[in-house]
């Protein structure tokens, strides 16, 4: 089992930056790929940003893409999700999840979720 705990949300200014945080505990944090996904009301929840279990590859979705940065210390066991230039689009739930090695796109590929940690941002 991977335990994982989000944290940093909050209600921002389009414009501002906020980093998420995602602790992890249970089994070797270094050995899972880990993802951050969103959900925003009346919607699925959707891929937002992912890296290797190394940190030495990320991969985003489109609509983050030069505004989001992934990253992860595996000797503190955690992943981290700066976020910069927010917009009101941005505005959901966001979740950290892992799966073991191998990232993916695909929500359905993860075996271990967190709580969630809610992102506002105004216009």
């Known amino acids: 089992q991977v335990q994982l705990v989000e944290s940093g949300g909050g209600l921002v200014q389009a414009g501002d930056s906020v980093r998420l945080s995602c602790a992890a505990s249970?089994?070797?944090?270094?050995?899972?790929?880990m993802a951050w996904f969103r959900q925003a009301p009346g919607k699925e929840r959707e891929f937002v940003a992912a890296v290797s279990t190394s940190g030495g590859i990320t991969h985003y979705a489109d609509s983050v893409k030069g505004r989001f940065t992934s990253s992860r210390d595996n000797a503190k066991n955690t992943v981290y999700l700066q976020m910069n230039s927010l917009k009101p689009e941005d505005t959901a739930v966001y979740y950290c999840?892992?799966?073991?090695?191998?990232?993916?796109?695909?929500?359905?590929?993860?075996?271990?979720w967190g709580q969630g940690t809610q992102v506002t941002v105004s216009s």
């Open positions: 999840a892992a799966r073991p090695r191998v990232y993916s796109d695909s929500r359905h590929l993860y075996d271990y």
């Open positions: 249970g089994r070797t944090f270094s050995n899972y790929a």
